[in-house]
Nanobody, 122 residues
Framework: QVQLVESGGGSVQTGGSLRLSCAASGLSLDSNPIAWFRQTPGREREGVACISGRDGSTYYTNGVAGRFSISRDSAKNTAYLQMDSLKPEDTAVYYC???????????????WGQGTQVTVSS
């Protein structure tokens, strides 16, 4: 069965960095896209970054482009989200998910991890 497990969240000050991990089992990240989304209370889940399984193309939403970087390690079947220059507005629970192709619609994703909390203080 498919399982995604996020880790690496924590509390940092504005301008700090974190690296999130998403360990996948039951599917190969060489064949399936994986994306990072985030969600805060009372708001819809929003896309952050996605990496294509077939060619490794990466995509970012405007709010994080230039600060975040998504990558994957095929040997570990794990995806990462490197987050630099963090801002308080980045505070959220971060989730990884898989879909048929990269999309900014959370409804497109078949599987989600449990999420990891990221808190950025002023």
């Amino acid at each position: 069965q498919v399982q995604l497990v996020e880790s690496g969240g924590g509390s940092v000050q504005t301008g700090g960095s974190l690296r999130l991990s998403c360990a996948a089992s039951g599917l190969s990240l060489d064949s399936n896209p994986i994306a990072w989304f985030r969600q805060t209370p009372g708001r819809e889940r929003e896309g952050v970054a996605c990496i294509s399984g077939r060619d490794g193309s990466t995509y970012y939403t405007n709010g994080v482009a230039g600060r975040f970087s998504i990558s994957r390690d095929s040997a570990k079947n794990t995806a990462y989200l490197q987050m630099d220059s963090l801002k308080p507005e980045d505070t959220a629970v971060y989730y990884c998910g898989t879909a048929y192709k990269c999309s900014w619609y959370p409804q497109s994703y078949d599987y989600w991890g449990q999420g990891t909390q990221v808190t950025v203080s002023s």
